[in-house]
């Protein structure tokens, strides 16, 4: 569930105007525009039999490009454990294609209670570590023209899998002739048994993952999200150092 979300611009004005609410689904009457229509009691909700994310979100599309700087979330009233503790940040130019931009960490509510705006300043990353056991993320449009936020992924403060490996790779179908694909790409700790990094191979088919434990394997996974070929699984796999 979702009370009231905002985009905002690095000054902090809210960027939500001109446009069109959008997400994943709704549940009975609890529609998108929701969470947009500065009223704390009512709110967006997912049909509750979607799913988990990446298949539940919200978002905003724009008519035209805007620059997102900041996440801004008001919880609902009660909500009890039911807030964000961060937002993962996309953009897309066509509502099709998303491109990883960011995160913004957001602080927790004080209590139940609490409909303080949380606002989270959004870092660009390459990768984000995510934790698929609570909380929820954002995916925004800094330079593009639709706006979506995916729920339940949020980097962990408990698991530290940082360090200065790098794995890299390719995603093509092999043909003849070999033809790259862009892809979205999971990268699974084979110590946590979870997905840690999740990119998008490019037009070129090339993919890459920065900043992981050289203590740890990894086993990569890519579906093909247009339906025509099976999932491409590579396990076992140790970061190298560069």
């Given at each position: 569930?979702?009370?009231?979300l905002q985009?905002?611009?690095?000054?902090?004005s809210?960027l939500?105007?001109g446009?069109?609410?959008i997400?994943?689904?709704q549940?009975v009457d609890?529609?998108p525009?929701?969470a947009?229509?500065?009223?704390?009691?009512?709110?967006?909700?997912?049909?509750?039999?979607e799913?988990?994310?990446?298949?539940?979100?919200?978002g905003?599309?724009?008519?035209a490009?805007?620059?997102v700087?900041?996440?801004a979330v008001?919880?609902?009233?009660?909500g009890?454990?039911?807030?964000?503790?961060?937002a993962?940040?996309?953009?897309?130019?066509d509502?099709?294609?998303?491109v990883?931009?960011?995160?913004?960490?957001?602080p927790s509510?004080t209590?139940?209670?609490?409909l303080?705006w949380?606002?989270?300043?959004?870092?660009?990353?390459?990768?984000?570590l995510?934790?698929?056991t609570?909380?929820?993320?954002?995916?925004?449009a800094p330079?593009?023209?639709?706006?979506?936020?995916?729920?339940?992924?949020?980097?962990s403060?408990r698991?530290i899998d940082?360090?200065?490996?790098?794995?890299?790779?390719?995603?093509?179908?092999?043909?003849?002739p070999?033809t790259p694909l862009?892809?979205?790409?999971?990268?699974?700790?084979?110590?946590?048994?979870?997905?840690v990094?999740?990119?998008?191979?490019?037009?070129?088919?090339?993919?890459?993952?920065?900043g992981?434990?050289v203590?740890?394997?990894y086993?990569?996974?890519?579906?093909?999200n247009a339906?025509?070929?099976r999932?491409?699984?590579?396990?076992?796999?140790?970061p190298t150092?560069?």
């Amino acid at each position: 569930m979702v009370g009231e979300l905002q985009f905002r611009s690095a000054a902090g004005s809210n960027l939500v105007a001109g446009g069109t609410a959008i997400a994943s689904s709704q549940y009975v009457d609890n529609a998108p525009e929701r969470a947009y229509d500065g009223a704390a009691a009512t709110y967006w909700q997912a049909y509750m039999y979607e799913g988990h994310a990446p298949d539940r979100w919200i978002g905003y599309q724009w008519p035209a490009a805007v620059d997102v700087a900041q996440i801004a979330v008001q919880q609902l009233p009660g909500g009890g454990d039911h807030y964000w503790i961060g937002a993962l940040v996309e953009w897309s130019d066509d509502g099709t294609t998303w491109v990883q931009y960011g995160y913004a960490a957001l602080p927790s509510p004080t209590s139940s209670t609490d409909l303080a705006w949380k606002v989270g300043i959004i870092v660009p990353v390459r990768s984000v570590l995510y934790d698929l056991t609570r909380g929820l993320t954002a995916s925004g449009a800094p330079g593009g023209a639709v706006a979506s936020v995916l729920p339940d992924l949020a980097p962990s403060a408990r698991d530290i899998d940082g360090g200065p490996g790098v794995i890299a790779g390719s995603v093509a179908v092999l043909g003849p002739p070999v033809t790259p694909l862009a892809r979205r790409v999971l990268l699974i700790s084979e110590r946590l048994r979870r997905v840690v990094r999740e990119t998008w191979s490019g037009t070129d088919g090339l993919y890459r993952f920065d900043g992981l434990s050289v203590a740890d394997t990894y086993s990569v996974v890519c579906h093909d999200n247009a339906g025509t070929y099976r999932a491409l699984i590579a396990d076992g796999l140790a970061p190298t150092l560069e």
